[in-house]
């Protein structure tokens, strides 16, 4: 495919597409197990189309900075940033070089966003960084299928799936890379994809502390 083909589907198509399958019910009832938990200054990195929004508990949560590489994202997002009962404030950055200061966030929130960042490692860094000593990580991911049939396909599909998909990977370890960054897994739950989802493998969702 044409490198101009590629990049008016990323802008075009790839958006909407990655909206509409995070919109299913599978990922629902796991953003309804945390998300509720984040509390005071939140910084949601991959705030996307701002799908997380109605499971945050007004009530806990101070003010939400949503962080984005994807204009479009971020315009879907507005409606629903705006009709928040808290204030929402949305900067479009990569999570590999977040423009929010040092011990910035009382949570971070990244759901589904660690298999589609370029270099995760560099984000959790940031994300370790704009954290407060005592802050909390809030994650949801898939990953890596148990299965080794499962993830034989995995790594067969991993450049397709990535390039209709908004650059998603099939076969990241989002446990080992959170673990591996110096972050404490404090709580992690773990959920089933129905089977039209098989190929996103593994889905964990849990609370982690910075050190």
């Given amino acids: 495919m044409c490198q101009t083909c590629l990049s008016w589907y990323a802008r075009c198509v790839a958006p909407y597409f990655v909206h509409a399958g995070c919109s299913a019910g599978a990922f629902a009832q796991m953003r309804r197990r945390v998300i509720p938990r984040a509390q005071g200054v939140v910084v949601e990195v991959g705030f996307g189309s701002g799908l997380n929004l109605p499971y945050y508990d007004a009530a806990r949560v101070e003010r939400l900075v949503g962080v984005d590489p994807d204009g479009t994202m971020l315009g879907l997002a507005a409606p629903k940033s705006r009709a928040a009962p808290f204030a929402v404030e949305c900067i479009r950055a990569s999570g590999e070089s977040l423009p929010l200061a040092d011990g910035f966030a009382d949570t971070v929130v990244v759901t589904y966003a660690f298999c589609t960042i370029p270099d995760p490692e560099a984000a959790l860094s940031e994300i370790r960084r704009i954290l407060k000593p005592t802050g909390r990580l809030i994650f949801i991911e898939h990953g890596q299928a148990e299965g ?21 990977h099939l076969n990241r370890d989002p446990l080992r890379l959170i673990g591996g960054a110096g972050f404490r897994l404090l709580e992690v739950q773990h959920g089933r994809f129905p089977l039209p989802f098989w190929q996103l493998g593994s889905h964990h969702a849990g609370i982690a502390a910075a050190g």
């Fill in 148 to 168: 080794p049939r499962c993830r034989r396909w995995q790594e067969r599909l991993n450049r397709l799936w990535g390039s209709i998909a908004g650059g998603c």
